[in-house]
Structures are given as C-alpha cells and as structure tokens.
C-alpha cells in the first residue's frame, strides 16, 4: 500500500531542494538588491531636495511625456503595419518589410550617434537638405520641443518594428474564416478590422502597451546619447537624471530615490499586466 | 500488517542525486566567489610589461607607440607580501600606461608587496570608487583625473581621506606656488582643513589654431603675432572666419568654445572659467567660498557671458557649439570646422603629434590666451591633478609610501613624458627638464605647442581651478552652470545680468546645504 503522506512530503522536499538554486539566484540577484534599493532610497531629505530641483520635476514630466507619446504613437503605427506584413504575397511587401525591420536591428548606439550627427545644425544631412531648398538651419538639439520630438522619434523608428512583429504574430492565428464569413456577409475592410481583428487582438495590444511603457521608463540611451539632457538640462528622463544624481554628483542615495518615486506605477503595471495574462487555461 | 521500509525509487534517487549536485556546485561557487583562487602572476603582465629600467634620458622620443598594454590585469600571489589593491585610470597614450606599467613593477620589487593592479576607463572608475565608498571596500592606490572635483572635496569633508600633511611637508620646497591652496580640504569631522591630497601634474587652458587657415586668410600665422589685447583677440579670430568666408571656406568659424549645458561638460565651465579672469572675477575664491554675489565680481561674470554669447550670436561659434560635449570642440578641431579652440589639456596637438607630424609641426600652433580687459596678464587657473588616500584602506601606509615613490624626480618625470607632455609636472625640480621648455624636435622642426604651454602656465599669477575646492563647488560644477546661462541668453532671450543672477541664486542654494 502506498503512503500517499509520505510521497507528498518526499515530493515536497524534492521540489523543494530543486527551488533552491532558483531561491538562491533570486535572492542574491533581485531580492537583496530591490531591498538594497529602498534601504539607499529611505533618507526623506532626498525627497525634499527632489522636490525642490525644477529640473527633476521637468524630467517626471519629460518621462511621461516621452512615454505616452512614444509608446502610444508607437504601438499604434505597428498595429497598422503589421496589417501591412499581411500581404507578403506582394514582393513589394516583402522588400519593404525587410527595410523596415533594419532600425530594430541597428545597435543602439550606432543609431543614436548617427541620428545626433544627421541632426547636427552646422553639417548634419538633414540641414543640409534644407539648405538645398533655401530653408533656414534649424538647430535641432538647441530647443526643448525639437529635442524632446528627436529623441521620441527615434524611440519611435527604432522600436515600432519590434512591436509589429509581435502583432503581426498576433495576426497571423486569427483565424482565416472569420474573414471569410465577414466577407461573405458583406463586412467592409474596415468592419472586418473593427469586429474581427480589434477584438481578438486586444489582449495582446494592452499587454504589448503595457510592457513597453514599462520598458520605455527605464530607457537612458536615447536621451544621455542623443540630448545628453541638453538644452540646459531640460530634456533628462527619470532615467537620465538618476544616473546623473548617482554617477556624477556621487550621490547613489538621490539618485535611487529620484527614479523609486516612479514605484508604485510601475507596480501597477505589473500587477495589470499579471491579471491582462490571467491564469493559464482560463479566458 | 507490518509495513516494510520504503524504499527510494531510481527516479526519486536520480531526483535527489541531482538535487544535491545542484546544491554543492551553488556552494562551491559561492566559496570561490568569496575566496578567489590563488594562482601565479599571469603571463599577460611579463610579456607585455617591459622588463627595462626606469628611462631616466630627456631626449625626446619621436616614435609612435604601438605597444598593446591590458586593459585589465590582476596579479594574485601565493607569497605571504602584503597585496595591495591598484585602481589606475587607463591613459590617453600606450607610452602612459606603459611607464605606469614599470613604475608599478619597480615599487614592487623595491617594497616587497604584490600589487593588484586594475586599470579602468575613467567612467569605469567613478563608478568603481562610488561603490567602493558605498560599500567601505577602499582601494590602497588609486587614481583618476577626475577625482579633483569629483571625489576629493566631498571625501574630505565626510572624513573619509587620510591626512597626506607630512608627504606635503616632505617636498614642500620642490612644489610650484599654490599647491597648498588646492591640496588643502575641509573636514567636517575634525572642523579642519588639512592636506588630503598630494599634488602630481598641472594643466590650463591653451588656445590651439590652423596655421594653415590664418594664412588662407591673409593674416599671421606665428603665435607672437596674434593680438593679445583682449577684443583685438576675439576681433583677429572674426576677420580670419571673415576672409575665409570671402574665400568660399563657407562652414570655417573662427572661434570654437564649448558652450553645451550637459552635466559634467567640463570644457563648457573651464573654458569660461578660464575667460572669467580676463575680467577681474571669480565665482568660487582659491579658499573655496562662494564669492560670485560681489558686485565686481558679478560684473565680470556678466561680462565674460557677454562676450562668449555675442561671439555665438554674430555668428563667429559653431551653431551646433550649444550642444557640445568635451570631445566635440577637438573633433571641430580636427575636421577644421573651427580656426581655432580652446582646450583644457594639449590633448588637441598630442593626438596629431602621434597621427600627423607635418600638422603637429608645421600646420596648427599653440597660442596665449588674451590679457585681461586692462591689458595685464590674468591669472592662470591651474587644473591639478594629485593622489589621495582613504583613510579606510587596508593597506593605506603602503599607499602613503607609493605616493613617495611616485613622486620622485626620475619617477614622475618618466609617467608625464609617457603622456607625451599631455600633463604638466607642478615640481620645480621635474619641470627644469629641458622637454617642458623645448618639447617635441622632428627633422629640425621646433615644437611650436609645448614651449607655449609651458609659457602659458608660468606666466602669470595661478589660481586653482575653483570646483576642485568644496563640495557644493563640485556639484556647481557637475550643474555646468555656465553651460546653463550660456543657453539661457543665446535660447532663451534672458540678459546676461538675468543669467548670471539666477546661476548666483542656485550657487547660494548648494552652498547652503553644506
């Protein structure tokens, strides 16, 4: 006969011992440094300082100016052009869709420098395009609104075709009779978009929104290579200014403190982004 | 009924066995981790060390150094010598790590300790050192340049350095004057200034300009030709970017200034902290207080904002120039997008020094910064860069010995020479070196940058560079506030007395916290 209580413990202790290096790896990896990070941002002093810096408030506001334009523009132009990947039976589609996708593929780092250079107000090709038509140099990274659109536009070119793929993915397991049977009842493209495709890919469009917000906070490349917080310091993100809190005034408590403030939204991402995927095996 | 034992299935067992793997390699890992191996010196450092001795010649070298040095090498010993931990800031040159290389070997042989030697880029460093304050895991020597504003006056004031005093007193008669104005830093703990830090190399600002463009222009091109009064100054780089206008050069300005706000932009503050004593002014005194409210003071602010903000607005300064960062005036330099530049160190003719002779020699010069507004020299702002030690160090009499060795005559002179004469020696008896004042010879050409720097750094009263001073004049400095009243009259239609009234609300703001 067999001791069912005497198996469960011995599973438990089996799946136990297998948890431990997992246990191990997250306490060593995230859990001391996520306490380690509220224990640096526990000095109250630094949210008085914060509060009183106008350049970190401008640096909240860019961040959620940064992401609500980005992520939503973003999200929106890849749901159409993934539309657009449907048709690869086009050769044109299929050529362009390649071209498209390079931006996702170029390292950070040479986009960004090559984007500043282009942008450059005394030789950069942009100006120099401008010129040929007799249009006044503008000087782009010299002004808060063309230097803030720079770096979402790149944000936006750099990361759309990430986000398409996703979508297009999303896509490609509809399935093919919904349109058939929407086109036979005479369904327009657009109904056909608006009740069939929309719907079914709502869940995966909030989640996809969802974690590119999330990701899209802590970006730091885009603005420290491209505006470098330029002009006067007006255009840092959370990210941007932390670093500079932390790594150059040497202050790691300010600089912890300046970007945990954004916590508990980020928290509610998570916790959104948890419910939107839902327990596997329910809908 | 009797129950007979239970016994473990194979699966359970593999289960278990696996387990229990898992669980000694975490262990050993984290053993290891904790106790790194001990192992022999590595085979990197001897074949790529030289093994000669300290070259104590002072002819000058003219070869181009191509010798690779590791960027990163650790030497651990089985030996029972004390190993003392070495945090070096990467050089500019190959010949500046390789000297560093030898030095590290001879202090080595001579005291019997084992050095464990990291060299890091300097951003590397900065990081490194915040974590090693953070976590009270001190490195016993240590350097970067950027420690004279960044690290000394804030490490100094928490009482985290070791008074140096008795090293200072030891070669006081061998510094150059002002060296005790600038190694000398407030404690908070002991309500003090002491010395916390020993003084190794200087630098200023230096004017670097195309020879070959000023001719194009029809204008002289040896640096005793060029007006030193102050206007007639700025107006002779205006008539160059004039003619050469005339002549098609159509992207050619005169003059390159770095005016970009970004944080840490340190070219920004020193080239306007460099024209601010043609003026008479100073925002940050040699004591480190905050004096930029006196009104003489303020009124040369504001003049010196006047004058590099009209230069940017008549159009004689790159539009991109607000945007710069420290390497964008160089690289203006270089692609001749500019006539001529200033630069806080010669790192400008260095780099053609080692790429291209004929425009080391022939094509580029190293010209005086103006007199002041009344025709008299002005005082030269000395960047000085020195060695501190933590007072939380493991091994910190070792370091106070490096620091003694280090700056021994031949020693020292064999490091500054590796940085091609990038850095200047603040000894008396290192800067007597012939090099200092003849520099470079190539085929019978004369170095037309070295002798000018030395010229520049000795020919006037010197002051040190005010950010390296105090806390709070370290953190103005991160600010870049000049960078900031420069946007704020050139992007945002202010005054230049509306500028420099707000930059002197928000230095009294910072000076309020310490």
Redesign the interface.
Known sequence: ?V?MS?YSR?MTL?GF??S??FI?VFTIFILYPLLYGFYLAGNFSNYYELANDPLYLRALFNTFLYVGVGVNLKMIFAFFFSGLLMYRKYPAVRVLSVAYLLPWAIPDIAGILSFRWML????GVINLFLSEFGLP?I?W???YYTSMGAAIFFHIWKWTPLWTMTFYAGRLVIPPELYEAAKIDGASTFNELRYITMPLLKRLYILCTLLSTIWTMGDFNTIWLL???????TTHLASTIAY?Y?????N?SLGVSSYIVLMPLLLVLIFLIIKIMGVPGER | MS?EP?KVDRR?FL??G???V??IA?GAAAYVAMNPPVVTQTTTVSTTVPTTSVVTTTAPTTSVVTTTVPTTTVTTVTTGKPTVTVWWEKGYYAEEDKAMWEIFYQFQKQYNVELDVSFYPS?DL??KL?AAV?SKLFPDIWYTRVASW??DP?YAWNGLYEDLSDIFEENKNRYISGMAEWASLFNKQTGKRSIYRIPIQMTTGFFHYWKDLLKEAGLPTEPDDIPRKLYDFFDFWKTAQNNLRAKGYK?V?GIGFCL??????GDTMGHLTYLETRFYSEFINPSGEFVGDKPSNRQGLIDTLKLVTDLYKQGYQ???A??W?DPDNNVAFHSK?VVCTPNATTSIPAAQYFSNKDNYFDKTGTCLWPLTVKGEEARTTLHVIGLAVFAGAKNKEIAKKFIRFFIQKNILYNYLRGGGGRYFPVYKDVLEDPFWTTGFTDSGRKDPHIPMVYKQLTIGERRPYPYDLHPAAS?IQ???WW??AV??V???GKTPEEAIDEQIAYAKSEYAKW
């Open positions: 006969m001791d005497a011995r089996i011992a297998f431990l290096p191990f450059n107000s005394d030789w140099k000087m990274l010299n002004n505006t470098g917080g330029d002009p006067g310091g500079k932390a790594l150059y005034v040497g790691v | 129950q239970k359970s289960y278990i696996l387990g229990a898992a669980l975490i951003e900065q990081k915040i953070d960044f690290c804030q992207d300005y970009g706000a970004a944080s840490g932009t790159p539009t991109g607000l945007t960062k997008t953190r991160v600010e870049n960078g900031k946007h704020r050139v992007l945002d």
